[in-house]
């Protein structure tokens, strides 16, 4: 089975802090994903990285950054986290690059509070 | 820009009945069409997946239909349980890094 692990299920941060939230996949998958999840605005994409140190914007990369060192781990970075950034984060990973048919995996969610 | 709609927001049934969840888009360009079940607080599950040359997929007690040419899919669930309570997502493809989703139905099964 697929395995996506989220390093925190919840986070309580103050606002003007970088946070960082990690995100590691254990079945080689060369895409991975992050999306945030907000009541009435669903799930919205982030960023996402089809390969190591590959990065592509999403809908929403205002206030947010991405680092892909090592293959199995996708990083979510606020710089400065502000109160609009509280919301659920959820990372996700597929098998192959270029090819669109492949399911998306998804990890337990980090739910981040910003005060 | 495509745009996905799930039809009811809200479901509430009693155990043992079949019931249907619909998913309409607006770009039947797709590559696949992904159903996602979601419990209260945590990440998304993976019920099925069509792709855009298939008509259904089915899984146990679920079945899922693809209409591409009218923009639709359905979720069919037999004989619901309680355990099936959840809220459940549909989400097409239509670029490779791309998973665009549905606002989501709210099902709930009573005993």
């Known amino acids: 089975d697929v395995k996506v692990t989220q390093s925190s299920r919840y986070l309580v941060k103050r606002t003007g802090e970088k946070v960082f939230l990690e995100c590691v996949q254990d079945?080689?998958?060369?895409?991975m994903f992050w999306y945030r999840q907000d009541p009435g605005l669903g799930l919205r994409l982030i960023y996402f990285?089809?390969?190591?140190?590959?990065?592509e914007k999403g809908d929403i990369p205002e206030g947010y950054s991405v680092s892909r060192e090592k293959k199995e781990r996708f990083s979510l970075i606020l710089e400065s986290a502000s109160t609009n950034q509280t919301s659920m984060y959820l990372c996700?990973?597929?098998?192959?690059?270029?090819?669109?048919?492949?399911?998306?995996?998804f990890g337990p969610g980090t739910r981040l509070t910003v005060l | 820009k495509q745009e996905v709609t799930q039809i009811p927001a809200a479901l509430s049934v009693p155990e043992g009945e079949n019931l249907v969840l619909n998913c309409s888009f607006t770009?039947?360009?797709?590559?696949?069409l992904q159903w996602f079940r979601q419990d209260p607080g945590k990440g998304l599950t993976s019920l099925l997946l069509?792709?855009?040359?298939?008509r259904e997929q089915t899984s146990g007690r679920l079945n899922a239909s693809l209409d591409k040419s009218s923009g639709r899919s359905t979720l069919y669930i037999a004989a619901s349980q309680p355990g099936d309570s959840a809220t459940y997502l549909c989400?097409?493809?239509?670029?490779?890094?791309?998973?665009?989703f549905g606002q989501g139905t709210i099902l709930t099964v009573h005993p």
């Open positions: 996700a990973s597929s098998l192959e690059r270029g090819l669109p048919y492949n399911e998306q995996f």
């Open positions: 079945m080689d998958h060369e895409n």
């Open positions: 990285s089809y390969d190591v140190k590959m990065k």
């Open positions: 770009d039947s360009a797709i590559y696949n």
């Open positions: 069509i792709q855009s040359s298939q």
């Open positions: 989400a097409v493809r239509t670029s490779y890094g791309k998973l665009t």
